[in-house]
């Protein structure tokens, strides 16, 4: 199991984390709860629509499943990555479409959103923001010492929620003192830097 640091009160409270993989077809969804700075993973898994179903149906089926994992779980944050351009249009307009509905299955549970470049995530679980589908599979299975299989979407999805944790933790480390003044580090300044190396 991962460690994270230590928040300012010496303690970091108990939180569920839920990562969400959006897709037309298959969406990845995994629960990380962090306690008393240790990483635990809750539960991970996929809902997959077959290409058959209309798009609507497909998209009901995402929101129920999500419905029923929150439900289950009671997330105290949901974490998903940012909207990329794609060339293809299409894929892009259907992959709006699945992030849409997991952004309502949250907001009506009146969960907190964040949303992390692909890059951002990648940094945080690998260290490296142009890492492999691969690479994140492996690091996410060893720092939450998951055995067995797991779907990509589905590691893609607990990638979401360890960048979600590592930034809460760290964001009130970024502010270092520089001439007697305060100097504000960005979280985009240290993707910049992890990204050089």
């Keep these: 199991m991962a460690q994270t640091p230590k928040s300012s009160a010496g303690r970091i409270n108990r939180e569920i984390i839920l990562g969400i993989d959006p897709g037309s077809l298959v969406t990845g969804w995994g629960l990380v709860e962090v ?3 240790q990483l635990h993973c809750r539960s991970h898994g996929t809902i997959a629509s077959p290409a058959s179903l ?3 149906e497909r998209l009901s089926q995402i929101y129920r499943g999500l419905h029923e994992v929150i439900e289950r779980y009671h997330p105290t944050a949901v974490s998903l990555e940012k909207v990329f ?8 307009l259907k992959l709006g479409q699945a992030r849409g509905v997991a952004l309502l299955a949250a907001a009506e549970h009146h969960i907190g959103i964040a949303e992390y ?3 951002e995530i990648k940094v945080a679980v690998v260290g490296y923001g142009r890492a492999s589908k691969d690479q994140v599979q492996k690091m996410v299975c060893a720092l939450l010492c998951v055995r067995g299989a797991m779907r990509a979407d589905a590691a893609d999805a607990l990638a ?6 590592h930034r809460s933790a760290y964001q009130p480390m970024v502010m270092q003192p520089l001439n007697g003044r305060a100097k504000k580090t960005s979280w985009r300044d240290c993707l910049e830097l992890a990204m050089k190396r």
Aim: glycine residues 0%.
């Design 35 to 37: 306690e008393s700075n």
């Design 85 to 92: 351009f794609s060339r293809n249009v299409q894929s892009a």
């Design 160 to 165: 979401a929620a360890i960048c979600h944790i």
């Design 117 to 119: 470049s692909a890059a």
């Design 54 to 56: 209309r798009l609507a």
